[in-house]
Antibody, heavy 125, light 107 residues
Framework: EVQILESGGGLRQPGGSLRLSCAAS????????MSWVRQAPGKGLEWVSI???????????YYADSVKGRFTISRDNSKKMVYLQMDSLSADDTAIYFC???????????????WGQGTLVTVTP | DIQMTQSPSLVSASVGDRVTITCRAS??????VAWYQKKPGKAPKLLIY???SLQSGVPSRFSGSGSGTDFTLTISTLHPEDFATYYC?????????FGGGTEVEIK
């Protein structure tokens, strides 16, 4: 059974930092891209970042413009873990953060087929 | 970046109704669209990928169509458990982007 479990959410002041962790199990972790997707209170889904799982691009990462330069995604295939280092936090980063297994193939592109339950990040003075 | 414009933002419907949600991409993206269902307090759920492929385990009353810039999610006969918010997502290129969402509410 596929399981994805986020941790590390919490309360931070603007300008602070937070590191989210995501533990995966039940599938060949290195075969998959892994993403972070967030949902701010009362808002829609927003893709945050993705990291490549294997091959020549392993560890390569891509980011939404809203977090580029402030957030860093990484993964440890040996531990089946994904991380999101969040720096220079602002109130706009307040959201539930979902860790998401991301499928890729040439005919379908990149889509999320398995989601964690999410972890809440609140940024407030 | 590819923008995804979803409409309508709200649908009021009754059990048994047929519901259609549309999504327009700001540039042609072939069939690289996915659709998700989101309920409050729950993780999103993948319904459709590659514009029209039904994810395993998803009821056949859900269907997707379209290519290029215009895409559609259809619920053929609305069930009580289908009241939720639905999102399209372009799966073509980074940054991945979602539509603004369509809430399907009980009429």
């Amino acid at each position: 059974e596929v399981q994805i479990l986020e941790s590390g959410g919490g309360l931070r002041q603007p300008g602070g930092s937070l590191r989210l962790s995501c533990a995966a199990s039940g599938f060949m972790f290195s075969n998959y891209y892994m993403s972070w997707v967030r949902q701010a209170p009362g808002k829609g889904l927003e893709w945050v970042s993705i990291v490549i799982g294997s091959g020549t691009g392993v560890g390569n990462a891509y980011y939404a413009d809203s977090v580029k330069g402030r957030f860093t995604i990484s993964r440890d295939n040996s531990k089946k873990m994904v991380y999101l280092q969040m720096d220079s936090l602002s109130a706009d980063d307040t959201a539930i953060y979902f860790c998401a297994r991301t499928h890729y193939d040439f005919s379908s592109g990149y889509y999320v087929d398995q989601w964690g339950q999410g972890t809440l990040v609140t940024v407030t003075p | 970046d590819i923008q995804m414009t979803q409409s309508p933002s709200l649908v009021s419907a009754s059990v048994g109704d047929r519901v259609t949600i549309t999504c327009r991409a700001s540039q042609a993206i072939s069939s690289w669209v996915a659709w998700y269902q989101k309920k409050p307090g729950k993780a999103p759920k993948l319904l459709i990928y590659a514009a029209s492929s039904l994810q395993s385990g998803v009821p056949s009353r859900f269907s997707g169509s379209g290519s290029g810039t215009d895409f559609t999610l259809t619920i053929s006969t609305l069930h009580p458990e289908d009241f939720a918010t639905y999102y399209c997502q372009q799966s073509n290129s980074f940054p991945l982007t979602f539509g603004g969402g369509t809430e399907v509410e009980i009429k």
